[in-house]
């Protein structure tokens, strides 16, 4: 016999979420955190917007009493141009992507799909790259790459850039194809399909999530890298965004230039908030998926 719903039931159902104090404390928290996290940049952009007599003012004051872009135009016009140094950047960064999804992908789609002997071992061999500070590797490396020709190219500084991030690049994608059902497989291997159709029509597409981590991943570390490119690219028009920024810091008599090193940090701050709201779904869903299971 079916139940009827009482009226007192559907009115509970249709009311608001009454939130409870410790709800009212988590949220306050939480905005205390982004207020926290949001702080160094809504400075920094006050900063930039700054006249030249603002930012050396003394004492500080921390809003512009009167609003320029003279920084910025200072940024836009520092020696190559910040069109080339940005280029360079993205150059560089778009070739380490593809570099650390060649060789990373299939790295892991072998650790975590084939009983390899002894994969554990090697495995961990791969992960060595991560406790070793690659400034130590610098000097070998400049030598050896000035002997093959590669300084002063964006190959050569995506190949450094590639080193750094390998070893978490291979962890994460092999954990990730590890993660999936072996049914998956099996069902593919029952039809027919080789490895490489596995992985492409198989694997692939259910790591989609790990895949955009290891972009963003590979985006941030290449984007933000100084000494290799400070070493590797000695030439004025191959610089990268980092070295422009201590370069247009310089100001007068020895002195820093703050409000062009700010205009510089909000502009360097940009392309790596527009590439993680660009994937930041399939960020998220990386997320979810691993909390669900």
């Not at 920094?44 to 930012?55: F, P, R």
């Not at 994969?119 to 961990?124: S, Y």
């Not at 002195?255 to 779904?281: H, N, T």
């Amino acid at each position: 016999m079916s139940s009827v719903a009482e009226p007192a039931d559907l009115m509970d159902a249709a009311a608001p979420r009454r939130w409870r104090p410790a709800s009212y404390l988590f949220a306050a928290v939480c905005v205390a955190v982004i207020a926290v996290m949001l702080f160094p940049i809504v400075m920094a952009l006050m900063a930039s917007l700054k006249t030249g007599a603002d930012a050396v003012a003394v004492p500080p004051h921390y809003l512009p009493s009167t609003l320029s872009l003279e920084n910025y135009a200072k940024v836009f016009q520092y020696q190559a141009g910040l069109r080339v140094y940005l280029f360079n950047s993205l150059a560089v960064a778009s070739l380490t992507i593809l570099l650390c999804l060649a060789l990373a992908i299939p790295a892991g789609y072998g650790l975590a799909a084939f009983p390899l002997p002894g994969k554990e071992v090697i495995f961990l061999m791969l992960l060595l790259g991560l406790m070793a500070p690659y400034q130590a590797l610098l000097t070998p490396l400049y030598r050896l790459f000035s002997t093959l020709g590669l300084t002063n190219s964006y190959l050569g500084l995506a190949v450094i850039h590639t080193i750094l991030q390998l070893p978490f690049s291979i962890y994460l994608m092999r954990n990730s194809f590890e993660a999936l059902p072996r049914e998956l497989a099996e069902a593919a291997d029952i039809d027919g399909a080789g490895s490489l159709q596995t992985l492409w029509h198989i694997f692939l597409p259910a790591a989609l999530p790990s895949i955009v981590t290891l972009v963003l991943f590979a985006f941030i570390t290449s984007w933000n890298e100084f000494i290799a490119a400070l070493i590797f690219m000695n030439r004025e028009n191959g610089f990268t965004v980092p070295v422009m920024l201590v370069g247009v810091r310089s100001g007068h008599f020895g002195s820093v230039d703050w409000g062009a090193v700010e205009a510089g940090v909000i502009i360097s701050i940009l392309p790596c908030f527009l590439i993680y709201l660009l994937l930041q779904k399939y960020y998220v869903s990386g997320f979810l998926t691993g909390a669900i299971k």
